[in-house]
């Protein structure tokens, strides 16, 4: 069965240090991977879709990368900043519907 | 990015009866939306996928006579608990996508059941 895991449950880091959050994924080939933010008792925001056929995508701070071939994404908050602190959820593209499969998400921690 | 909002934000109900959570898309048409429920520290999980004017998409698992869902015009989607339990307590989530591939979700429904 299809499968996604991020690398972990919680990330503690230095306020202007890079953080790093991972995703695994097993059994899939999905068209494209996206990240969202989620906040205490709020819906997820979208941050950014990256492609099979793209590398990396950047915005601001944030830095995607995509491995088709290790079956992993790479999430990068540079400079980080305590305002940077929430739970960072990866997706997947469904097979169909625009419907999308998703990681237990990583709680990153930013300490000033 | 699009704009959906969520009614109400947080309710508390006796246990049997039922709770019906608005999930509105402020600034565009959503054919599509999807219904979520999510457990603390849990991924997010795909309740149904709601279309405007047909019968909505239970994913496997899910109660379809249990989550009433009601799509009924282009900006509206409601989600119904009938006769609640305890186990029902939960954050109800919707999203919508303009047929893209991003999903833009609303604020979140926290039902507590006692």
């Known amino acids: 069965s299809q499968k996604i895991e991020q690398n972990s449950e919680a990330l503690n880091i230095q306020e202007g240090k890079t953080a790093t959050l991972t995703c695994n994924y097993t059994n899939y080939s999905p068209a494209y991977l996206q990240w969202y933010r989620q906040d205490p008792g709020r819906g997820p925001v979208f941050l950014l879709l990256i492609r099979e056929n793209e590398k990396e995508k950047r915005k601001e701070r944030l830095k995607v990368t995509f491995d088709t071939t290790l079956k992993q994404s790479l999430f990068h908050i540079t400079a980080s900043q305590p305002a940077d602190s929430a739970t960072y959820l990866c997706?997947?593209?469904?097979?169909?519907?625009?419907?999308?499969?998703w990681g237990a998400g990583t709680k990153l921690i930013i300490k000033p | 990015g699009a704009v959906v909002s969520q009614h109400p934000s947080r309710v508390i109900c006796k246990s049997g009866t039922s709770v019906k959570i608005e999930c509105r898309s402020l600034?565009?048409?959503?054919?599509?939306m999807f219904w979520y429920r999510q457990f603390p520290k849990k991924s997010l999980m795909l309740m149904a996928t709601?279309?405007?004017?047909?019968?909505?998409?239970?994913e496997q698992g899910v109660e379809k006579d249990k989550f009433l869902i009601n799509h009924a015009s282009l900006t509206l989607s409601t989600l119904t608990v009938t006769s609640a339990h305890p186990e029902d307590s939960s954050f109800y989530i919707c999203s919508t996508t303009p047929h893209t591939d991003t999903q833009y979700f609303g604020p979140g429904t926290r039902l507590t059941v006692l």
């Open positions: 709601s279309n405007e004017g047909s019968k909505a998409t239970y």
């Open positions: 600034d565009f048409q959503a054919t599509t």
């Open positions: 997706a997947l593209a469904a097979d169909s519907n625009y419907q999308l499969i």
